[in-house]
């Protein structure tokens, strides 16, 4: 069974940073998608970034280009997203998704392509 955790979520100020981690059980993250996607209170949940795990190739929204890098650790089985110079408007729930088989070399995929979530973590970032 896979199963998805997300930790390093909390409150930080706007400029600054935090980590999330998705590790991931059940499957070994080789030849995959691994995506971080966002909900905000009454807004669509988004594709945040994503990356495959079998070329390392990254995609971002435009809205976090230059400030979000997503990378992974396959000894850990683990994906993470760095997140800085943080906004407020980044404040949202973070969830971890993981399509498998995948790849997202050609862009981030819509929700709906992924089999696989975490219970998602909640990063505040105040003005």
């Known amino acids: 069974q896979v199963r998805l955790v997300e930790s390093g979520g909390g409150s930080e100020q706007a400029g600054g940073s935090l980590r999330l981690s998705c590790t991931v059980s059940?499957?070994?993250?080789?030849?995959?998608?691994l995506a971080w996607f966002r909900q905000a209170p009454g807004k669509q949940r988004e594709g945040v970034a994503s990356?495959?795990?079998?070329?390392?190739?990254?995609h971002y929204t435009t809205d976090v280009k230059g400030r979000f890098t997503v990378s992974q650790n396959n000894a850990e089985n683990t994906v993470y997203l760095q997140m800085n110079s943080l906004k407020p408007e980044d404040t949202a729930m973070y969830y971890c998704?993981?399509?498998?088989?995948?790849?997202?070399?050609?862009?981030?995929?819509?929700?709906?392509?992924?089999?696989?979530w975490g219970q998602g973590i909640q990063v505040t970032v105040s003005s």
């Open positions: 059940g499957y070994t993250i080789s030849r995959s998608c």
């Open positions: 998704a993981a399509r498998i088989p995948g790849d997202c070399s050609r862009g981030i995929l819509g929700s709906v392509m992924f089999q696989y």
């Open positions: 990356i495959t795990t079998d070329n390392s190739i990254t």
